[in-house]
């Protein structure tokens, strides 16, 4: 188990994209965060995700904040005013006129022809450089991609060793605004992230693949950063399978309508990790004792 004390005075946020109500790999998640809070003093910034324009929703945002509350989070309670995406355009603007003319192209390419170079199980692709060896003339709609340099990254992770990647070998480039104007993920969370001083990022191991174009983008927009990665475990439903907010019956919302309390729902969690616990119900305080990071 590595020294929680070495994250003493660090920042990280909780980020959720507000396309659809939390699951318990968002609680679990969450009470890694308060954790963190509690026993080392580390800073948890609140940030609302609402990049995807067409599907974020105000309801999923005011169920988000409020189920932080009713969880009695106390990292949310000295959390300043959560900020959004959607009102920060004209940052990412600023940022992307930051990386050199050589390392951006415009892309005409549809997404189903992305679909189709998809090789792994993130549906991921190694670009194929068409927009960057045939340039679209003229194109009415299009997006930005940015060509990431061959070389490798390093990033230091908390609970194992460096995280050694090559963003070129593993995609090629990368969409930072798509042909209707919406900025990726993968830009604005890197862009955010220098923005408000966060130098630790707890996420789940689901994307521990994408560390090294995350520190690539923030080197090409000219910006030393080197944040301290803590990559999680998962939370898996009965068949094994990740959760997703597309399942609404998994909803921590929908549980609470039903009349379950933050410890059956948080006791729901733990029997999903730990199989031998029996108990049907479980506390904050209780459960972030038994985690081990």
Same mark, same amino acid.
């Given at each position: 188990?590595?020294?929680?004390?070495?994250?003493?005075?660090?920042?990280?946020?909780?980020?959720?994209?507000?396309?659809?109500?939390?699951? #318990?790999?968002?609680?679990?998640?969450? #009470?890694?965060?308060?954790?963190?809070?509690?026993?080392?003093?580390?800073?948890?910034?609140?940030?609302?995700?609402?990049?995807?324009?067409?599907?974020?929703?105000?309801?999923?945002?005011?169920?988000?904040?409020?189920?932080?509350?009713?969880?009695?989070?106390?990292?949310?309670?000295?959390?300043?005013?959560?900020?959004? *995406?959607?009102?920060?355009?004209?940052?990412?603007?600023?940022?992307?006129?930051?990386?050199?003319?050589?390392?951006?192209?415009?892309?005409?390419?549809?997404?189903?022809?992305?679909?189709?170079?998809?090789?792994?199980?993130?549906?991921?692709?190694?670009?194929?450089?068409?927009?960057?060896?045939?340039?679209?003339?003229?194109?009415?709609?299009?997006?930005?991609?940015? #060509?990431?340099?061959?070389?490798?990254?390093? !990033?230091?992770?908390?609970?194992?060793?460096?995280?050694?990647?090559?963003?070129? *070998?593993?995609?090629?480039?990368?969409?930072?605004?798509?042909?209707?104007?919406?900025?990726?993920?993968?830009? !604005?969370?890197?862009?955010?992230?220098? !923005?408000?001083?966060?130098?630790?990022?707890?996420?789940?191991?689901?994307?521990?693949?994408?560390?090294?174009?995350?520190? *690539?983008?923030?080197?090409?927009?000219?910006?030393?950063?080197?944040?301290?990665?803590? =990559?999680?475990?998962?939370?898996?439903?009965?068949?094994?399978?990740?959760?997703?907010?597309?399942?609404?019956?998994?909803?921590? =919302?929908?549980?609470?309508?039903?009349?379950?309390? *933050?410890?059956?729902?948080?006791?729901?969690?733990?029997?999903?990790?730990?199989?031998?616990?029996?108990?049907?119900?479980?506390?904050?305080?209780?459960?972030?004792?038994?985690?081990? #990071?």
């Amino acid at each position: 188990m590595s020294d929680l004390s070495s994250l003493s005075g660090k920042t990280t946020r909780f980020a959720p994209s507000i396309t659809g109500y939390l699951h #318990l790999g968002h609680l679990y998640h969450l #009470l890694i965060l308060e954790k963190l809070y509690r026993d080392t003093g580390v800073k948890v910034l609140v940030r609302l995700e609402d990049h995807d324009t067409l599907r974020s929703r105000k309801d999923y945002e005011m169920v988000i904040l409020d189920l932080l509350d009713w969880f009695g989070f106390e990292f949310f309670k000295d959390s300043p005013e959560p900020i959004k *995406q959607s009102d920060r355009n004209d940052i990412y603007e600023e940022a992307l006129a930051k990386i050199s003319t050589s390392s951006v192209f415009k892309c005409t390419c549809t997404r189903s022809r992305l679909k189709n170079l998809s090789q792994n199980k993130w549906y991921e692709y190694h670009y194929d450089g068409n927009c960057l060896e045939n340039p679209p003339v003229n194109p009415k709609e299009f997006g930005w991609r940015v #060509l990431f340099d061959n070389r490798l990254m390093e !990033a230091s992770e908390f609970t194992s060793d460096k995280i050694i990647q090559n963003p070129f *070998q593993q995609i090629h480039s990368s969409i930072l605004k798509n042909h209707i104007g919406q900025w990726s993920y993968q830009f !604005a969370v890197v862009v955010d992230d220098i !923005a408000q001083g966060v130098d630790l990022v707890v996420r789940g191991k689901d994307v521990i693949h994408t560390t090294g174009r995350y520190l *690539q983008i923030a080197n090409l927009l000219g910006v030393d950063f080197n944040p301290v990665f803590l =990559h999680h475990p998962l939370v898996y439903d009965q068949n094994n399978q990740k959760l997703s907010k597309r399942f609404e019956s998994d909803a921590i =919302h929908n549980w609470r309508l039903q009349g379950q309390t *933050q410890e059956q729902i948080i006791g729901k969690l733990m029997k999903s990790l730990n199989s031998t616990f029996k108990d049907e119900s479980i506390n904050v305080k209780e459960f972030i004792a038994s985690i081990s #990071l």
